[in-house]
C-alpha cells in the first residue's frame, strides 16, 4: 500500500465523522506535558477561510477534518510517538512502521520542534491526497532531504528507501521484489538524479529527473 492510498483511507475517515455545519474551530484546552516544548501553551488554528484559501478543501472538508483532529488531538498538538500509532493502523500487525513514519513525520514538521499542528496536518494531507504531480515531489524531496539542507545525499536516499523496505516488504515497489538490492537501486537512482556529478542532488535536478522519467516520478509520488 503506498503513502498515498493511506492518506486516502485516513480522508475517509475524517471525512465520515459528522459535523453540524455550524461547527467551528475553539481554542484547545491547555495540557501540562506540552510544558517543557518550546511551544505556545495553546495552539489557536486561523480560520476554517485560511485553510479553504490555502488548500483546495471545502469549508465543510476543513470543519470535518478539524472535528477529527479534535478528537484525536485535544491540546492541539500532535508528537511523534503518537503520530507513529495513527500511522500503524493502516499496516499489519508487525510492520516495522517505526523508521518510515519518524521520515514522514519530520517531512512534515516544517518548524522541526518535535510537534505538528492543525496546519501542519491539513497542509500535508492536502498535498498527498489531492495535490498536484508537482506538490507531490517538492513533498518527496523534502522527505528524502532529511537534514534540511536543501539537497539529498546518497546515504540520505539509502536511509528512506531502506525505511521504505523494511516497511512494506514484500508488498513492496516491484523494483525492491524482483531481486534488485537497496543500494543497486539507490545507485541506479542517485546517478540519473545527479547531474551535474558533484555527489548530491538539487532541488532542481531531483525535479527535472522526474518530469523526463516517469517511472522515476510514478515511483516517487507513489511512496
Not at 88 to 106: E, L, R
Not at 130 to 140: F, I, Y
Not at 143 to 169: K, N, P, S
Request: aromatic share 14%; glycine share 6%; hydrophobic share 35%.
Amino acid at each position: 500500500m503506498s503513502l498515498c492510498n493511506i492518506v486516502a483511507l485516513r480522508w475517509d475517515k475524517m471525512s465520515s465523522n459528522g459535523v453540524t455545519e455550524d461547527d467551528d474551530f475553539a481554542d484547545y484546552p491547555f495540557h501540562s506535558e506540552f510544558d517543557d516544548l518550546e511551544t505556545p501553551p495553546r495552539y489557536r488554528p486561523e480560520s476554517v477561510q485560511y485553510f479553504c484559501r490555502t488548500t483546495g478543501f471545502t469549508e465543510s472538508e476543513i470543519k470535518k477534518i478539524y472535528r477529527n483532529f479534535k478528537t484525536e488531538c485535544p491540546t492541539g498538538f500532535i508528537k511523534e510517538d503518537a503520530f507513529r500509532g495513527i500511522y500503524s493502523q493502516f499496516f499489519p500487525q508487525g510492520a516495522n512502521i517505526s523508521q518510515y513514519a519518524h521520515y514522514v513525520f519530520q517531512s512534515l514538521d516544517h518548524e522541526r520542534n518535535g510537534i505538528l499542528n492543525f496546519e501542519d496536518m491539513v497542509q500535508g494531507l492536502w498535498t498527498l491526497s489531492r495535490g498536484s504531480v508537482d506538490d507531490k515531489l517538492r513533498w518527496a524531496f523534502t522527505l528524502y532531504d532529511l537534514d534540511g539542507d536543501g539537497q539529498i545525499c546518497r546515504d540520505e536516499m539509502t536511509r528512506v528507501v531502506t525505511a521504505i523496505y523494511e516497511l512494506m516488504g514484500k508488498f513492496a515497489e516491484p523494483w525492491l521484489k524482483d531481486g534488485t538490492t537497496v543500494a543497486a537501486h539507490v545507485d541506479f537512482v542517485f546517478q540519473k538524479m545527479d547531474l551535474n556529478r558533484d555527489g548530491v542532488v538539487s532541488f532542481d535536478e531531483f525535479m527535472e529527473t522526474c518530469k523526463n522519467d516517469e517511472n522515476i516520478t510514478r515511483a516517487m509520488i507513489s511512496m
